[in-house]
């Protein structure tokens, strides 16, 4: 039984004895009219394809009740700015950065900001 | 009193999550595909803007890049659809007990008791779809009804994100008028055979006598006939209820075309342990060792043999395997997919016969490698440990079996309660 290389001529498939169809797709295949340019991405953790979302550092606390809390972020201009409170946290989509998560609405420094916890040990938010 | 029963359905929903993580490809085709390197290269689903350019599951990729060229295919990534399908349930949770899955991306919910607290089924299922959207990202098409059936005809009526109430008023002209294809378990076969008795709608089959159907498609047929009137009564699941394992199996299309013994001999081991040791997890034993193998052409047949002591040990799974194999192909043809089967499921230490012709000590000493095996795997991972006959062709072996397993439902699944 030969093995199956990727050059089959038209008789070999007949004699495979494979329908017209089939055999019309698999001679393109074989042919090398596929194509797959451009348009098959694999995308990594990190998917920075998508600017506006920004995974940024952050220190939390687990209290003993099994509360997870953030105290402090990381910009990504290196300054560190500490989470005064947490105003309340849900399950929320961010369409414009492209994830989903827990959704820490957190006052920083009298601003609001919205920290997601992606749920696999990530922390992001939306670059405005 | 009549039920309220919700069927809620995710719009192309591995699409769907895609599109939700990739802002930036918003406005384009999309779709899901798999590996073509390792010979998963079909479209799984699409968003609608790649759906309408005629991008189809189970197409080819290329063929489906023919059809829409600037398509943008992307791998799937399975952990983030569970975990989006196991959040859409908690969500489901909050209104009901009775959330039956019927595969990650549809769910009945059984609102019935809800209603006196919670609000009436309309209600709940704009809540349900509200929140999901803002909490998830994604849609879902709800269908709203008295039974399973009306409730899924509801869901797959208009898409996406809609709801769709089908009630004693209007259920003539919704769903008695739609072709009878759209009646869940009539597929082609059915249809066909519906087709030249003259039922064109559901309405149709409705409205035919009862022992018509019966007579051309036995019990079936008075079960699609109260499909069609919306008289089944098949509930929704208890959450947590366990389903009986009737069978447990893996089965694999190789990245390359099986060509020798040799080949089908690693790839069968390869799946006879993963069968073996998710028998084991379960406490099962089986006598009954199926395969199906499926050559190039995408013909296939499967073979079983019952043998003479239940068994959860993978060297005799594969041996079995081997040996139906061996008898029952004669290659014609390269082949493409195998997979190996063990039914007639039993409790481990289920009292059985013990065989003349299997020397216990052997059985044991297997059966103690096979566990010291799923030991070390648990431990240090699949690739810790393998049988020598895979390096031989490291390519071809080197999946594990049980990374992969989709656990299909049947409507029928806990047996039929339809009432009929």
């Avoid at chain 1, 687990?62 to 509360?67: A, D, L, M, T």
């Avoid at chain 2, 020598?388 to 062709?393: E, I, Q």
Wanted: charged residues 30%; glycine residues 8%.
């Amino acid at each position: 039984m030969p093995h199956t290389d990727t050059n089959i001529s038209r008789d070999a498939l007949r004699s495979y004895g494979m329908q017209p169809a089939r055999q019309e797709r698999r001679q393109k295949e074989a042919e090398g009219e596929r194509d797959y340019s451009g348009t098959f991405r694999v995308y990594g953790d990190e998917e920075t394809a998508n600017p506006a979302k920004v995974y940024v550092d952050v220190l939390a606390e687990f209290s003993k009740e099994g509360v997870l809390r953030p105290c402090r972020i990381t910009w990504e201009d290196g300054r560190r700015y500490m989470i005064d409170r947490v105003k309340k946290c849900e399950r929320r989509a961010s369409r414009k950065a492209g994830g989903m998560g827990l959704m820490y609405t957190c006052m920083v420094g009298g601003q609001e900001v919205n920290l997601f916890y992606e749920e696999n040990m990530k922390w992001f938010v939306t670059r405005k | 009193m009549e039920r309220v029963i919700l069927h809620s359905d995710c719009n192309c929903f591995y699409a769907s999550v895609e599109m939700l993580h990739h802002p930036e490809l918003a406005g384009k085709p999309l779709a899901v595909g798999g590996d073509p390197e390792q010979r998963h290269g079909i479209i799984l689903t699409a968003n609608y803007i790649a759906k309408r350019a005629g991008v189809k599951t189970g197409t080819a990729l290329w063929e489906a890049r023919q059809a829409c060229p600037g398509l943008v295919i992307v791998p799937p990534r399975m952990d983030l659809y569970l975990r989006f399908s196991n959040l859409t349930r908690e969500i489901y949770r909050e209104y009901s007990d009775l959330v039956e899955s019927y595969g990650l991306d549809e769910c009945w919910i059984d609102c019935t008791q809800s209603e006196a607290c919670m609000g009436n089924g309309p209600d709940l299922a704009a809540e349900i779809s509200a929140r999901i959207k803002r909490e998830l990202g994604i849609t879902v098409s709800i269908g709203v009804s008295w039974n399973k059936i009306y409730a899924k005809f509801g869901s797959d009526y208009r898409k996406p994100d809609a709801i769709t109430v089908i009630d004693r008023d209007n259920y003539r002209d919704i769903v008695w008028e739609s072709p009878v294809e759209d009646l869940l378990f009539v597929g082609r076969a059915t249809s066909r055979k519906l087709h030249r008795f003259g039922i064109l709608t559901i309405g149709d089959l409705a409205q035919t006598d009862p022992s018509l159907l019966k007579d051309i498609f036995g019990k079936m047929g008075l079960v699609l006939s109260a499909f069609a009137r919306g008289e089944d009564q098949t509930p929704v699941a208890a959450e947590y209820s366990e389903m009986p394992v009737k069978s447990i199996g893996n089965s694999t299309t190789t990245p390359r075309d099986l060509t020798t013994e040799q080949d089908v001999k690693m790839v069968l081991y390869m799946l006879s342990e993963s069968v073996a040791s998710r028998l084991r997890r379960h406490g099962f034993v089986g006598d009954v060792v199926e395969i199906y193998v499926r050559d190039g052409d995408l013909s296939g047949f499967s073979r079983q043999h019952k043998i003479d002591m239940p068994t959860n040990i993978s060297e005799e799974i594969a041996q079995e395997s081997m040996r139906l194999f061996r008898e029952n192909y004669n290659w014609e043809k390269p082949i493409r997919s195998v997979g190996v089967r063990v039914t007639h499921l039993k409790m481990e230490n289920y009292p059985y016969q013990l065989s003349l012709f299997t020397d216990p000590a052997w059985r044991e000493k297997q059966l103690k490698a096979d566990l010291a095996v799923d030991e070390i795997r648990d431990r240090f991972g699949f690739q810790a440990v393998r049988r020598g006959l895979m390096h031989v062709d490291a390519k071809l072996s080197e999946e594990d079996a049980q990374t992969h397993v989709v656990h299909p439902h049947g409507y029928f699944e806990r047996g039929n309660q339809t009432g009929i």
